[in-house]
Structures are given as structure tokens and as C-alpha cells.
């Protein structure tokens, strides 16, 4: 751990250096005192011997023995004089009594001093009992074998000097170590601690959290790397939740389409699956993505399409239909994703409502092609029979023209209804909406089936309050669905019914029935009496002149004007159909 910590590589290449420079310095510094001090005692013995010099050569005019100022001398200035004879007998010393000393010509700094001027020693000594440094000259520089001056300065006395330099210098060397080290250790963490905070912040960006920051209020390059990591910080949590937020907008479009959608990368393996693949094929859409597709949806014909398409990117731009697990019809188409090469869009689509309008269709083509050719088949057989026998017979050809002109009515009806039908169609929707008083329509709509009413003797009676509101609609769809109603009771009504039209003002909407007496509807045929072409009797319908799609009609009107229209039957009793219309319309 202390190995890899910058602070302790810092701090202790630091105190090597300072205690390699302090230690040296203090040896120079110890070195150069020394020196100093020892030039100092050299100086003094130096002048010491000068003065004994001077003092010899004065002492004989003043007749005092020499060994008594030598004495004297001695005690003032501290230092151990002896004056040696040429033979080496002592002829004066300031610490002992000269009669009991040895001979001093062998003495090192003696015989030195002879040889070469000057003698220099340090060793015991045993007429005062301690180390002494001793330091010898010749009285008379010109005569080195005549008189020595001998200096001595105690050991200890240095020593004790010497030694206080180097506790001095010890002392001196300890505090600005320890100084230094405090010094040091506060500059080096001061360095250090932002560097940790910025390792710190950026292990945690890289686990994830990207809101962590450097606190950092520093303006060295130690600051601006913070300030780079914060901004990096920053810019990741941008894009990441620009990212986020792209991933939820797709999420939340993908799974409210109805289509399934699967991206399968070139192994087939799932990447993606909205929750429409769930419902199509009765699996846990979350759980399927990063399985095999095999493995996910166990439908042979969506994978061996899907299959194909991965091996033979032609096939892509087909598609194939299969029936579902849960049996719907489905179309696969499936996409290369152009940005990863070899993966799939498969998109399935549920046909099951486009299929049920295409039988519709085809229904609905059936249905006209057969109410067109009935009619035809009559005027085609009738006009052949008139060209080719009766034209003498003017009672039958009378006969014939009629049943011709009956058949072309029937065919002006059904294509005018299906012309309506298919102008509401086109136009679902769109109604000129004006507000209207029931009544107007309803008089208009009775006025013109007068006839038919007269011819069949029905018996027609309105009841409508007469403070019915006006409503907001469109006053010529309405009186063809009234009209169509109307047609219906007076056709389906034996002769002398009663068909009555009343009006109902309820709190937001108005109700209109129109009633009769006539034949009924069976309860089983009530539910598919809005559809186009149903008829409970085809040929009674047809003797009419019916085309089967007059209340599919009035279905379609009512549905445009926001109503609804139901019917109540008992058979041979009559029948109430109702529409109900908001009053008012927005
Ligand atoms: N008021 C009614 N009483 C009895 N049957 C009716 C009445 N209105 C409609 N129907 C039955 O509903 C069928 C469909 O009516 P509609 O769509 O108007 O066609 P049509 O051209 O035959 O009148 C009719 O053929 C008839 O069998
Ligand atoms: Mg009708």
C-alpha cells in the first residue's frame, strides 16, 4: 500500500534528501568549528611561546629565578609552560616542582623540535597526571639544539569544547530535521490530498455515479485536472441522460404500437422485443430479450422466415403470413438494420382486422354482383321474350313491359342506395349541421310518402310536444333515415296499419320512434339487421322494391350525426325502431 501511495514516494524521497544535505552540513559546519577553535588553541600556544620567548630574555637583568615567573605566568594565562635545557634537564615549569622531573630530551615534541623547529604531541602525561597537548620550540629559532619552550594546553579542555560543537551542531541538526519533516509532511499532503480527491471522484464516475465532483478550489495544474474531471463529470451525465431519455421516448413508442417488434442480431439471438411480441405470441415480452429466438418464440414458420431472411437478405423484402400460438392470422416482414450489419427488424403485424375487411369486401362484391343480376336476368328474359313472340299480344306485353319496368326500379333502387351508401361512406363525417325543429322533418318526410301511405291505408299519426326543442343536425341525412324507417313500417305493415312517429325530449338528447303494427322481426335475425343486403325475406323485401340496404344506411347516417338507432320486435305484433340524437351537437 505504501508502495503505490504518491504521498510516501513524495515524503520519503523528500527526507533522504533533507537528511543527506543536513547531515552533510553538519559535518562542514563540525569540521569548520573545529578547525576554527583548534587554529584558535594553535594561535594561543603560538603567542604563549613568544611570550615565554620574551619574558627568558629579559629575566636575567631582573634576577628573579626564571621557574618563579614561568609559575606566575602559567597560573594567568591558564596553559602549562616548561622551559627544557639543551641537555634536557628542565630548567623551569609551571605546574611542577622542576627538581623531581626526568629528563625531557626524549620527549617527542622535544626531539621535533630540534629536528624540525617545531614538535607537536598528545599523549599522558605523568608529572600532571592527564592528556595534554604539548607544542615545542626552540628558545632561539637559529639554535634548535639549545634552550625548548614547551606549551601545554590540557586535553580535557579541548575536548570539552570540540565536544560542545558537536552537540551544538547535533542539537541544530535534530531541530531542522524534525522541522523539516513537519514541514514536509503539511506541504506534501497539501499536494497530495486534492490529487486523492480527484482519484477518488473519478473511480466513482467509472462505477457509475456520475454525479460525483471534485471539491477543489485550487488554480494550479492539480485544480485545473479537477476542473477537466468535474467538466468530464458533467458532459457524461448530460449525454447519459440525453441518452436515457432517447432509450424511454423509444421504449414508450415502440411498446404503444400494435405491431410486434424484434431486433435479432445475426445468431438470432433477441435484442429487443416490445410488448406487442408478447401478446401476439403469449410470451413474457421482458424476458425474452438476449435468448435465442428459437429458444424464445417456439413457432417454426417466424423462425425459419426469420431464418431465411438471415441467409438470403432477397427474402427480406417478403413477407409471410402464419397463424399465431393463439390463433390470429399475422404478417412477418422482416428489415436489415442498416447500422449493425447482419442484424433484423422482424415486425409482425396482426391482420386479423384487415382480413375480416377484405372478406367484407369480397362479401359485399358478391352480395351486388347477385342483387344486379336477378333484376337483369328479368329484363334480359322479358325483352327476349317480346322481340321474338308477343308483340301481337298487347295484354301481355303490357304484362312484360311492367314486370320489365318493376325489375329496372329495383335496379335504380339498389343503385341509388348503394350510391348513398357509398357517398356517406366517402364522406363520414361531414354534415352541414343546422338547428332544426323535429317536426319540419317529420312532416316533410310523412308528405312524401303520402301516396304509399294512401295506397296502403295505413292509418299515420305524429306525436310531437309542441315545445320540442330545435336540434343541431343535418336535416336532409336525418329525413332520409326517418324516410327509410317510415318506407320499412309501410312496406312490412299489412294494409290498414297503424304506424305512428313520436317524438321524446330526454334531458340531453331527443328520441324519435317510428312504430307499427305489421309483420315483426324474429329475435334472431334482430342482430344482423343493420347489415348491408340482410333481409328477413328476401323475396318479400324484393317484391317491395328492397334492397336490403336501406336501414344499413340509416345505421351509417345516425353514426355520422353522433346517435344511435336500435329496433324492439315481436313478430306479427310490430315494430318500434329508435333513434336517439344529441340535442346538441358539438
Ligand atoms: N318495420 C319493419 N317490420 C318488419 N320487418 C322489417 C321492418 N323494417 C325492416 N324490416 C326487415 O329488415 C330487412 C332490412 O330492411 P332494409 O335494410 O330497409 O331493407 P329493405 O330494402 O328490404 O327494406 C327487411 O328486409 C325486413 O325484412
Ligand atoms: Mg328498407
Known amino acids: 500500500m505504501f508502495k503505490n501511495s504518491l504521498f510516501a514516494k ?11 544535505s543536513l547531515t552533510a552540513l553538519s559535518f562542514i559546519a563540525i569540521n569548520l568549528f573545529t578547525r576554527t577553535y583548534l587554529e584558535e588553541v594553535n594561535q594561543h600556544l603560538d603567542n604563549t611561546v613568544q611570550l615565554v620567548r620574551a619574558l627568558k630574555n629579559n629575566t636575567t637583568e631582573k634576577g628573579q629565578p626564571i621557574d618563579a615567573q614561568i609559575k606566575g605566568l602559567g597560573k594567568t594565562i591558564q596553559t602549562r609552560i616548561t622551559i627544557i635545557d639543551n641537555d634536557g634537564k628542565i630548567l623551569a615549569d609551571s605546574d611542577s616542582d622542576i627538581s623531581t622531573m626526568e629528563n625531557h630530551n626524549n620527549r617527542p615534541e622535544v626531539i621535533d623540535a630540534r629536528q624540525t623547529g617545531a614538535g607537536q604531541s598528545t599523549r599522558f602525561s605523568h608529572t600532571v597526571s592527564i592528556d595534554m597537548l604539548y607544542f615545542a620550540h626552540p628558545l632561539n629559532p637559529a639554535d634548535p639544539a639549545g634552550e625548548i619552550i614547551r606549551v601545554a594546553l590540557p586535553l580535557h579542555r ?11 551542531v547535533g542539537i541544530i541538526f535534530l531541530i531542522l ?20 480527491q480527484i482519484v477518488r471522484t473519478a473511480e466513482s464516475i467509472s462505477r457509475g455515479d456520475l454525479s460525483a465532483r471534485v471539491k477543489t478550489a485550487s488554480k494550479d495544474e492539480v485544480g485545473q485536472l479537477a476542473q477537466t474531471i468535474n467538466l468530464m463529470g458533467g458532459e457524461l451525465q448530460k449525454r447519459f441522460s440525453e441518452i436515457s431519455r432517447e432509450k424511454a421516448t423509444l421504449n414508450i413508442v ?9 431486433a435479432v442480431d445475426a445468431n438470432q439471438k433477441i435484442i429487443f422485443a416490445n410488448t406487442a411480441v408478447g401478446h401476439l405470441f403469449n410470451v413474457e415480452a421482458g ?5 435465442y429466438l428459437w429458444e424464445a418464440i417456439r413457432d417454426n414458420n417466424l423462425i425459419g422466415h426469420v431464418k431465411a431472411c438471415l441467409s438470403n437478405p432477397a427474402v427480406a423484402l417478403s413477407h409471410k403470413d402464419i397463424t399465431s400460438p393463439v390463433n390470429k392470422p399475422l404478417r412477418i416482414y422482416c428489415q436489415p438494420i442498416k447500422a449493425t450489419p447482419g442484424s433484423f427488424l422482424v415486425v409482425i403485424y396482426d391482420i386479423s382486422e384487415s382480413m375480416k375487411y377484405e372478406q367484407l369486401r369480397k362479401d359485399f362484391v358478391a352480395n351486388v354482383s347477385h342483387e344486379l343480376r336477378t333484376p337483369l336476368t328479368f329484363i334480359k328474359g322479358y325483352a327476349e321474350t317480346l322481340r321474338e313472340h308477343n308483340l301481337g299480344d298487347k295484354a301481355q306485353t303490357l304484362e312484360f313491359l311492367d314486370i320489365i319496368d318493376k325489375n329496372v326500379r329495383q335496379l335504380t333502387n339498389l343503385v341509388e342506395d348503394l350510391l348513398e351508401l357509398s357517398r356517406l361512406e366517402s364522406r363520414a363525417g361531414i354534415a352541414r349541421i ?26 299515420v299519426t305524429k306525436n310531437i310536444p309542441a315545445d320540442c326543442p330545435e336540434i343541431s343536425t343535418d336535416p336532409d341525412m336525418l329525413a332520409k333515415a326517418v324516410g327509410n324507417l317510415l ?3 309501410i312496406k312490412y305493415t299489412s294494409e290498414n296499419g297503424r304506424i305512428e312517429i313520436s317524438v321524446i325530449r330526454q334531458s340531453n338528447e331527443i328520441e324519435i320512434t317510428v312504430r307499427d303494427n305489421g309483420i315483426g ?31 344499413s344506411i340509416v345505421k351509417h347516417i345516425i353514426q355520422t350525426l353522433k346517435g344511435e338507432v336500435t329496433v324492439t320486435s315481436q313478430p306479427n305484433q310490430g315494430s318500434a325502431f329508435v333513434i336517439k340524437l344529441p340535442l346538441i351537437r358539438e
Open 487 to 489: 318506407d320499412n313500417a
Open 10 to 20: 513524495l515524503f520519503f524521497t523528500y527526507l533522504i534528501l533533507i537528511i543527506i
Open 434 to 459: 343546422r338547428p332544426i325543429k323535429p317536426a319540419k322533418i317529420i312532416d316533410d318526410v310523412v308528405s312524401y310518402f303520402q301516396p304509399a301511405i294512401e295506397q296502403k291505408h295505413h292509418a
Open 287 to 291: 424476458q425474452i430479450v438476449d435468448k
Open 158 to 168: 579541548i575536548n570539552i569544547v570540540t565536544h560542545q560543537i558537536y552537540r551544538t
Open 177 to 196: 530535521v524534525i522541522m523539516a519533516v513537519l514541514m514536509g509532511f503539511w506541504i506534501i499532503r497539501k499536494i497530495v490530498y486534492p490529487v486523492k
Open 521 to 551: 322481426i324474429p329475435a334472431e335475425d334482430i342482430p344482423r339487421l343493420f347489415e348491408r343486403f340482410y333481409r328477413v325475406d328476401k323475396s318479400r323485401s324484393r317484391e317491395m322494391g328492397g334492397t336490403g340496404l336501406g336501414l
Open 254 to 262: 415502440l411498446s404503444s404500437v400494435r405491431e410486434g417488434v424484434i
